[in-house]
């Protein structure tokens, strides 16, 4: 079974400060990580997909089969960062039922 | 706008009754998805579709029906059957290739 877990509920800096949510994911074949934002009074939104491998408001992920992790990172957070963050796994080929994580809220203080 | 639309954005029920929330898509999507997120426990998938007249039980489908007469809709019933109806509820859908979700604005219900 596909499993992905946020062990932070809640993740707290300051601005200026280095940022990294954590996402560890347990799947037997070749996962699709997806990291999904969700700014107050806004849709759940796609931020950046590891496929992509691209740096979306100056987040970047890498995913590490190694350590089965996709963790989210950015070296300068900013206020507007403030946001609960989920992590997604979805199987690739078949059936594409994505499973998310328990979300992490990043608050960054002025 | 958006292209999903989730009605009514807020809907109180007294207990016993069901209540059907409304996921409307004009985005030529073959799959739809419904999930619950409560505060803590994440998103939880209810039932999803991928064609229509078709779909298929999530991880907590007890208490909640769906169908899926046409491309553009998938209506959610939570029925008397379930046992903590109370959160917010989100529809999605994605063309399967890109595997990007799009998302609606969710659908709070409220049991009294």
């Known amino acids: 079974a596909q499993r992905v877990t946020q062990p932070e509920k809640l993740l707290s800096v300051f601005k200026g400060a280095p940022v990294e949510l954590k996402c560890n994911y347990s799947?037997?074949?070749?996962?699709?990580l997806f990291w999904y934002v969700q700014y107050s009074r806004q849709r759940l939104q796609l931020l950046l997909r590891?496929?992509s491998r691209e740096s979306i408001k100056g987040f970047t992920a890498d995913l590490n089969k190694g350590e089965t992790s996709f963790h989210l990172k950015k070296p300068f957070a900013q206020e507007e960062d403030s946001a609960m963050y989920y992590c997604?796994?979805?199987?690739?080929?078949?059936?594409?039922?994505?499973?998310f994580g328990r979300g992490t809220s990043l608050i960054v203080h002025p | 706008d958006g292209g999903i639309t989730q009605s009514p954005k807020y809907l109180f029920r007294k207990e016993g009754q069901n209540v059907t929330l409304s996921c409307e898509q004009n985005l030529n999507h073959d799959a739809m998805y419904w999930y619950r997120q409560d505060p803590g426990q994440g998103l939880r998938l209810i039932y999803y579709?991928?064609?229509?007249?078709?779909?298929q039980k999530g991880d907590i489908a007890e208490g909640y029906s769906v169908s899926r007469e046409k491309k553009e809709s998938f209506p959610l019933t939570v029925t008397s059957a379930q046992k903590n109806p109370t959160a917010f509820y989100l529809c999605?859908?994605?063309?399967?290739?890109?595997?990007?979700?799009?998302f609606g604005e969710g659908s709070r219900l409220t049991v009294l």
């Open positions: 999605a859908t994605t063309t399967g290739d890109a595997g990007e979700l799009f």
């Open positions: 997604a796994l979805r199987r690739s080929g078949g059936s594409y039922i994505p499973t």
């Open positions: 590891h496929i």
């Open positions: 799947y037997s074949g070749s996962p699709e």
């Open positions: 579709s991928q064609i229509v007249n078709d779909f």
